[in-house]
């Protein structure tokens, strides 16, 4: 039996299908569907909307392949959707999705499929091989900047979030409802996919980059760099109010209340620095001037810095009402010392938020910098608290 062969038996076995969105790609289109037919029957090809030769080009492969099409396009997003729910409904339990612009090989399908033999209910996400001087600057700083943001909305660290290039179980993916059907489709769908308990991961796969002058790319820098901010705003938000407290309430079900509070909340036996960390840190942002904004940023920085959040946030609360004025003043006061024409006798009862409108940037530059002394202050007492009280306990 050849390996093309086995590979399409393959296939079959685990109930896997490919899907090839497609959008205005007559250059590479028929070749990249020519290559996945060799190691794979179940094809479907969405066509979404194109305007180019497309139509035509795709007529030969009707009876080889399930073809999707439509007059208006909708978005990457919507071409997988549709594609997910048509191989859903044939009965299939696993999609991978491939890109129609020729810059993915089919050769790489079998490593999908090895993988997933041992990874039933995971996403698998090709991971490109990231070549700074093949990719443009807007790629890499894309694709940090979604993979970033993916760490900070599940706390899974990726190498490449952006391939398109994936495998996905049908079930999950097509039940979800999703905010997006565009590019920044593929950005939510793992996040939500995550949170519903999918596993995500990367596997390495081999990638092809035309010359510059060659390259097609639908993406609209502006445009949809406005819609993925304003996605991972509300995936944030939905990440802080949602899928933390639910998390939260999962192990409560699972551990208890008692050793939730012990080992995750407050973490007794966590490394000292941790602990102290937290507690610095929290200082530092409830003294740090961005008010209204402090806890939400301080919980994101905390979670990538895998710092004691319930601790962060005890301490971030230095800034409750009673404690205000004596903030205010003290950033007030530090800022004038910094600026170089400091006074340290003046009232509180004259420190308000005209003063500290009429001079804004000197409080900012004291704020920052009492943020700083205190929250690095309180971190290093913490620690010799915290060690020295180990230590007697030890005896």
Same mark, same amino acid.
């Given at each position: 039996?050849?390996?093309?062969?086995?590979?399409?038996?393959?296939?079959?076995?685990?109930?896997?299908?490919?899907?090839?969105?497609?959008?205005?790609?007559?250059?590479?289109?028929?070749?990249?569907?020519?290559?996945?037919?060799?190691?794979?029957?179940?094809?479907?090809?969405?066509?979404?909307?194109?305007?180019?030769?497309?139509?035509?080009?795709?007529?030969?492969?009707?009876?080889?392949?399930?073809?999707?099409?439509?007059? @208006?396009?909708?978005?990457?997003?919507?071409?997988?959707?549709?594609?997910?729910?048509?191989?859903?409904?044939?009965?299939?339990?696993?999609?991978?999705?491939?890109?129609?612009?020729?810059?993915?090989?089919?050769?790489? !399908?079998?490593?999908?499929?090895?993988?997933?033999?041992?990874?039933?209910?995971?996403?698998?996400?090709?991971?490109?091989?990231?070549?700074?001087? !093949?990719?443009?600057?807007?790629?890499?700083?894309?694709?940090?900047?979604?993979?970033?943001?993916?760490?900070?909305?599940?706390?899974?660290?990726?190498?490449?979030?952006?391939?398109?290039?994936?495998?996905?179980?049908?079930?999950?993916?097509?039940? %979800?409802?999703?905010?997006?059907?565009?590019?920044? #489709?593929?950005?939510?769908?793992?996040?939500?996919?995550?949170?519903?308990?999918?596993?995500?991961?990367?596997?390495?796969?081999?990638?092809?980059?035309?010359?510059?002058?060659?390259?097609?790319?639908?993406?609209?820098?502006?445009?949809?760099?406005?819609?993925?901010?304003?996605?991972?705003?509300?995936?944030?938000?939905?990440?802080?109010?949602?899928?933390?407290?639910?998390?939260?309430?999962?192990?409560?079900?699972?551990?208890? #209340?008692?050793?939730? %509070?012990?080992?995750? =909340?407050?973490?007794?036996?966590?490394? @000292?620095?941790?602990?102290?960390?937290?507690?610095? #840190?929290?200082?530092?942002?409830?003294?740090?001037?961005?008010?209204?904004?402090?806890?939400?940023?301080?919980?994101? =920085?905390?979670?990538?810095?895998?710092?004691?959040?319930?601790?962060?946030?005890?301490?971030?609360? =230095?800034?409750?009402?009673?404690?205000?004025?004596?903030?205010?003043?003290?950033?007030?006061?530090?800022?004038?010392?910094?600026?170089?024409?400091?006074?340290? %006798?003046?009232?509180?009862?004259?420190?308000?938020?005209?003063?500290?409108?009429?001079?804004?940037?000197?409080? %900012?530059?004291?704020?920052? @910098?009492?943020?700083?002394? @205190?929250?690095?202050? =309180?971190?290093?007492?913490?620690?010799?608290?915290?060690?020295?009280?180990?230590?007697?306990?030890?005896?």
């Amino acid at each position: 039996m050849s390996d093309k062969i086995q590979h399409k038996s393959d296939f079959k076995k685990l109930n896997c299908c490919v899907i090839i969105p497609t959008y205005n790609n007559e250059q590479t289109i028929v070749s990249v569907i020519e290559d996945v037919l060799s190691f794979c029957d179940d094809v479907y090809v969405v066509n979404d909307g194109s305007t180019d030769q497309t139509n035509e080009l795709l007529k030969p492969f009707k009876d080889k392949v399930t073809l999707i099409e439509y007059t @208006a396009n909708q978005g990457k997003g919507n071409a997988i959707l549709l594609g997910f729910n048509e191989a859903y409904k044939d009965g299939f339990s696993y999609a991978i999705t491939i890109d129609s612009d020729g810059q993915h090989y089919a050769s790489d !399908l079998p490593i999908f499929l090895k993988e997933l033999q041992h990874e039933k209910n995971t996403v698998l996400i090709g991971s490109r091989s990231l070549n700074p001087e !093949l990719m443009s600057k807007g790629s890499s700083f894309a694709n940090k900047f979604s993979n970033f943001w993916f760490l900070v909305e599940t706390g899974v660290k990726l190498e490449d979030t952006q391939s398109g290039y994936r495998l996905y179980p049908l079930e999950p993916a097509s039940k %979800l409802k999703f905010f997006s059907k565009k590019y920044e #489709f593929e950005i939510e769908n793992i996040v939500r996919l995550s949170w519903k308990g999918c596993k995500v991961k990367n596997i390495p796969i081999n990638v092809f980059y035309p010359k510059k002058e060659e390259r097609i790319s639908h993406f609209r820098p502006f445009y949809d760099f406005f819609r993925i901010s304003i996605l991972n705003f509300i995936l944030v938000t939905l990440a802080l109010v949602y899928f933390l407290p639910r998390s939260f309430g999962k192990m409560y079900k699972s551990k208890g #209340f008692k050793r939730v %509070l012990k080992e995750d =909340i407050f973490q007794v036996g966590a490394p @000292a620095h941790i602990t102290a960390t937290s507690i610095g #840190f929290g200082v530092f942002m409830g003294i740090f001037p961005i008010w209204g904004y402090q806890l939400i940023v301080g919980f994101i =920085i905390a979670h990538l810095l895998k710092l004691n959040k319930a601790i962060f946030f005890i301490f971030a609360n =230095i800034s409750i009402p009673p404690m205000i004025p004596l903030i205010l003043y003290l950033s007030y006061v530090l800022g004038s010392y910094i600026m170089g024409h400091g006074e340290w %006798l003046i009232s509180i009862d004259e420190i308000g938020f005209e003063t500290i409108k009429t001079n804004i940037l000197q409080y %900012l530059i004291g704020s920052v @910098a009492l943020a700083t002394i @205190a929250g690095t202050a =309180i971190g290093f007492i913490s620690y010799g608290i915290i060690k020295l009280t180990g230590r007697k306990n030890s005896k």
